[in-house]
């Protein structure tokens, strides 16, 4: 990974983070250690944006490229990779992703609204691996001068996959910034994890792809085996967001489940319940079980037959569940199900 102006901050590392979660093995090497090592600054104030124009300026370039390239071949004879490696970078960063693809040949590279790729082009004719660009129309490092020569050198290349996002500004992707938008930034977050599983895929993928089963199963035996709604509520991330999706029951954040789980779903789960699993996919981020759900309607069951009494009829429905993850933990749990007897 590239930086931003800011250092290997906060951000930085829970990016990092998020591509470990997802089975990758992640690095964000220090550019500005010649200037002053371990440098860590925010968006938030003045005096941070000053510090961070100083560094950028007073950066050496070419010397910083040339640091992602020795980050790229520390990773490629680390025993936890498998010797494919890709690189990604936000602002300075998505211009040196750039330049580290044209000069030293990752295996993928990805920039998100690079400043100042049209200064380089020249180079573009030395690209001989798949590049991916995130471009904000509305990016003011980036005008439109700037994408239309982008465009133009780049648009003909097959390696090359240009994303415009032409009502976004510069640093969509950086969350609590200014120009922060949650939705274009999953989809460029996604489209580029994507583009990395395509082109690095190896044992880190079936690595990330347990890891998330395993989650998922620790999840479902809490909610159906142990009926502890903390210990569920540990599984997901503080913000999870569960909707039954035929009912619209479920919650939004812990306070909202803590109360669903321990009043609605767990308790009013019939003694005889049982599951049998027809099939599951994984993907790198999600998981959909299919299976049969039977139980004996003998207590009220608010979460998913609302404002019905108990019936004391048996009842076999196949159920769809797709699950999210963010980090280590479920994000977004939706259910659906049709009842057959």
């Not at 909202?256 to 027809?278: A, G, N």
């Not at 108990?310 to 999210?324: E, Q, R």
Request: charged share 20%; hydrophobic share 40%; with cysteine.
């Amino acid at each position: 990974m590239s930086q931003e102006i800011f250092g290997v901050n906060e951000y930085m590392r829970q990016v990092a983070d998020w591509y470990a979660a997802h089975g990758f093995v992640a690095m964000v090497p220090d550019l500005f250690w010649r200037q002053e090592p371990g440098i860590q600054l925010t968006d938030q104030t003045d005096a941070e944006w000053q510090k961070a124009i100083q560094l950028y300026q007073g950066l050496d370039e070419a010397k910083a490229v040339e640091d992602s390239a020795a980050a790229v071949k520390f990773l490629r004879r680390h025993p936890a990779c498998s010797g494919r490696v890709g690189a990604v970078g936000f602002c300075l960063g998505g211009n040196l992703a750039y330049l580290l693809s044209v000069r030293f040949k990752p295996d993928c590279a990805v920039g998100y609204y690079g400043v100042s790729i049209e200064k380089t082009l020249n180079e573009a004719k030395n690209l001989a691996s798949p590049l991916m660009l995130h471009v904000a129309g509305k990016d003011e490092y980036c005008p439109p001068e700037a994408q239309k020569q982008i465009h133009e050198t780049l648009d003909s290349n097959p390696l090359v996959t240009i994303h415009d996002y032409p009502e976004q500004d510069h640093a969509f992707g950086r969350p609590g910034g200014k120009h922060y938008d949650a939705a274009s930034a999953e989809l460029a977050n996604l489209r580029t994890l994507e583009f990395f599983v395509r082109n690095l895929s190896g044992e880190g993928i079936a690595s990330a792809q347990k890891s998330l089963s395993d989650r998922w199963d620790e999840h479902v035996k809490y909610e159906f085996a142990t009926r502890d709604t903390e210990d569920t509520l540990k599984t997901m991330v503080p913000d999870a967001y569960v909707n039954h999706v035929p009912v619209l029951t479920g919650g939004v954040g812990h306070d909202q489940l803590r109360e669903f789980y321990s009043k609605r779903f767990i308790p009013q789960m019939p003694p005889d319940t049982s599951m049998t699993p027809v099939s599951r996919t994984i993907g790198v981020d999600r998981v959909v079980d299919e299976m049969v759900f039977e139980f004996t309607h003998t207590i009220k069951m608010d979460w998913m037959l609302p404002g019905v009494q108990p019936t004391g009829w048996s009842s076999l429905s196949t159920f769809a569940t797709a699950s999210w993850r963010t980090n280590t933990s479920i994000g977004i749990r939706l259910r659906c199900w049709r009842s057959l007897v």
